[in-house]
């Protein structure tokens, strides 16, 4: 016998061994998908179902064909409601991931105090929506908040009755909310950047804005396409701090699908019209997360570690 053979081992078989893996993996995601058709799929189904009916929330359920979906699709307000939902959506990305992204790259140093500071920016997004829409409209008050009490002229606007202060409000709350997160996840893709990479270029004589845009941004594509991804099909269910702080005034100036929603819905006990736009509101994350994952190209699940 050969030196170089290996002796065969007692006991179960290599290929006993890897069957008997394969065969207990598909097991361990009954869990998964049972939650996810509990929780995902069997909601959906029934928001589907209610939207070819009519139904106050209270008393029985009629079917009534697509007599929820006419209604809804040849009301004026529901494109108005798509374009609010679609500017509050592409403010706030604009807004949210330039600030997200500078966070994450300072972040991602090794220095103590640096680690401090990402523990600081994070407790926005430990707070309720509810609470910190509260808190702001307390504060923007025109005459009890913080421009009143500091006695300075510019924060006394009525912040919260003119429209385009409104959107303003409610663009600069979100973001400020919902940066520290994404700025968490920019900080997790820097710090797998490969340091080989940055050397290289100091050898070539690039500076840190130059390292910035050559490097650090072109290494980021996938964490940028992922940032985005959540930050835009999460912007379609801003629901309680718009709420909270507008109620979607003045007039309709920010008044979303999902407020749209809840207003057909709990207010005017329409829920065959509000499922309706519940289900819009699905097609339409759904089409948008597709498309951003399009830009991804066919390497999308490669990693970002590219150049290394």
């Known amino acids: 016998m050969s030196v170089f053979t290996t002796p065969a081992r007692r006991g179960t078989p290599p290929a006993a061994t890897g069957g008997a893996r394969s065969g207990v993996l598909p097991w361990l995601a009954v869990p998964a998908l049972a939650i996810f058709v509990a929780f995902g799929v069997i909601p959906l ?57 500078l966070i994450g790259v300072f972040l991602a140093g090794h220095q103590r105090y640096r680690t401090l500071l990402a523990v600081l920016y994070f407790v926005p997004l430990l707070l309720s929506s509810a609470a910190i829409a509260i808190a702001y409209k307390a504060l923007l008050d025109p005459n009890f908040g913080l421009g009143a009490g500091l006695g300075i002229d510019l924060l006394t606007q009525d912040w919260l009755g003119e429209p385009v202060l409104a959107f303003s409000v409610v663009i600069f709350v979100v973001s400020w909310q919902f ?20 050397e290289a270029a100091e050898m070539d004589g690039a500076g840190r804005v130059r390292k910035f845009f050559s490097i650090t941004l072109p290494q980021l594509k996938y964490t940028i396409i992922t940032s985005s991804t959540l930050m835009v099909v999460g912007s379609l269910t801003f629901f309680d701090l718009i709420f909270v702080l507008t109620v979607g005034g003045p007039g309709d100036a920010t008044r979303v699908l999902a407020l749209d929603m ?30 951003l994952r399009r830009l991804g190209g066919r390497d999308a699940n490669a990693s970002q ?4």
């Open 45 to 101: 189904v029934g928001v589907l179902f209610l939207s070819f009916t009519s139904w106050d929330g209270l008393g029985e359920i009629h079917m009534s064909g697509l007599t929820s979906w006419r209604a809804v699709l040849a009301d004026p307000g529901l494109v108005h409601a798509v374009l609010v939902t679609f500017l509050v959506m592409a403010v706030s990305w604009a807004v949210q991931t330039p600030a997200s992204i």
């Open 179 to 198: 940066i520290p997160f994404h700025s968490l996840i920019y900080q997790g893709g820097v710090r797998q950047i490969p340091r080989s990479l940055y």
């Open 262 to 291: 809840w207003k057909r819905g709990f207010q005017a006990g329409l829920m065959g019209p509000a499922s309706v736009i519940a289900v819009i509101l699905v097609l339409v994350g759904l089409v948008l997360a597709l498309l």
């Open 305 to 308: 570690m590219e150049g290394a």
